[in-house]
């Protein structure tokens, strides 16, 4: 069992940047994968970013060039913000599943554990 734990949500301006963290405890696999996927005020889910342990990282097109994940520390970097990126921002972690697949199945249930997650609100 996996537990994650996010971090590093808040409310900033249109243009302004913040760092969001996963803290991970439990049973980790080499052969990880980790990912970032946020929600809406009416829950439809959209996946961000992920990463995985080879350090492939992949971005949607709607924030790639503005967020930046991290292999090292699974932070998710977030620069210039828009105010169709606030939501729910929701870490998962998985196990022999390729960043780039990853960018498909993380909204998915199936995928592994997820985060409670940490709110975004950019106005």
């Known amino acids: 069992h996996v537990q994650l734990v996010e971090s590093g949500g808040g409310s900033v301006q249109a243009g302004g940047s913040l760092v969001l963290t996963c803290a991970a405890s439990?049973?980790?696999?080499?052969?990880?994968?980790v990912g970032w996927f946020r929600q809406g005020p009416t829950n439809e889910r959209e996946a961000v970013a992920t990463v995985d342990s080879t350090g492939r990282a992949y971005y949607s097109e709607a924030v790639k060039g503005r967020f930046t994940i991290s292999k090292q520390t699974w932070f998710l970097q977030m620069r210039n913000l828009r105010p169709e990126d606030t939501g729910l921002y929701r870490c998962a972690y998985s196990w022999n599943v390729s960043a780039r697949t990853a960018l498909e199945t993380i909204i998915r249930p199936e995928f592994g554990y997820w985060g409670d997650g940490t709110q975004v609100t950019v106005s």
């Open positions: 439990g049973r980790l696999y080499d052969n990880w994968c």
